[in-house]
């Protein structure tokens, strides 16, 4: 069976630092729009952001998360959300199912068996279907913030790529994003040993620079950048 990784007390207080950051997740929100479907399933909802911002695009979304304490205050919010269904799920399994798409944002990374989740999401994907994929990029800025949040690996377009392929998936799509964020992420974390909270750098990177940065990413794909974001199709 696979085990949660990293201090989950540590992994909320991240999740509700970075819920302030609106500008980012609404980017991130829109690359993963053309690829869901009508019945997507999110692995890993955490405290239910995105899941809040693709469920009015499709008429069912299904949302889950693997800690339990998460998971009882993700049904909280969602329960007013009727096309929302929110189910406990810890990859990888051997369930199968029929969903038009799985996304995972910044979820794979905490995986050790990582070809293995990707192999299950793919498995509750039907033919044709995607599985939309963001991780944090580059070991070098593996920092005691990745630690404590359990974090087992950071990735390039090769490594996801080639994860991907390795668990039987066709990459459809596969680049870096938010070019500034990784030198601000590195600065932060690796250099001053921040963690990743709600404080004034944050919201001053995504009200002021987050902004241009996703412009001008959106015309010219930069050569690196502090995620990565992959969409692969599942045969059939």
């Known amino acids: 069976?696979?085990?949660?990784?990293?201090?989950?007390?540590?992994?909320?207080?991240?999740?509700?630092?970075?819920?302030?950051?609106?500008?980012?997740?609404?980017?991130?929100?829109?690359?993963?729009?053309?690829?869901l479907g009508d019945d997507p399933i999110e692995i890993g909802s955490g405290l239910g952001d995105y899941a809040l911002e693709w469920a009015p695009h499709v008429p069912r979304f299904t949302a889950t998360e693997a800690d339990p304490d998460r998971l009882v205050s993700l049904k909280d919010r969602l329960a007013d959300h009727?096309?929302?269904?929110?189910?406990?799920?810890?990859?990888?399994?051997?369930e199968d199912g029929g969903y038009s798409a799985a996304v995972s944002y910044n979820v794979l990374e905490h995986i050790e068996d990582h070809v293995g989740a990707l192999s299950s999401m793919k498995d509750l994907v039907r033919p044709g279907g995607a599985v939309i994929i963001i991780v944090p990029a580059f070991m070098f800025a593996m920092s005691p913030a990745d630690v404590a949040t359990g974090h087992v690996r950071r990735y390039t377009k090769k490594t996801l790529g080639a994860a991907m392929t390795q668990a039987g998936l066709r990459v459809e799509r596969i680049h870096y994003a938010n070019a500034l964020g990784l030198i601000g992420y590195f600065m932060a974390t690796k250099v001053f040993r921040l963690m990743p909270k709600e404080g004034p750098m944050v919201k001053v990177y995504d009200t002021l620079v987050l902004p241009a940065t996703k412009g001008a990413e959106q015309v010219v794909r930069p050569p690196f950048g502090?995620?990565?974001?992959?969409?692969?199709?599942?045969?059939?």
């Open 1 to 35: 069976m696979a085990e949660i990784t990293g201090d989950q007390r540590i992994q909320s207080e991240v999740l509700e630092g970075l819920a302030t950051a609106v500008n980012h997740r609404r980017w991130f929100v829109e690359l993963a729009l053309p690829y």
């Open 226 to 236: 502090q995620s990565v974001f992959a969409v692969a199709r599942v045969p059939g």
């Open 82 to 94: 009727p096309n929302i269904e929110v189910r406990q799920m810890l990859l990888p399994h051997s």
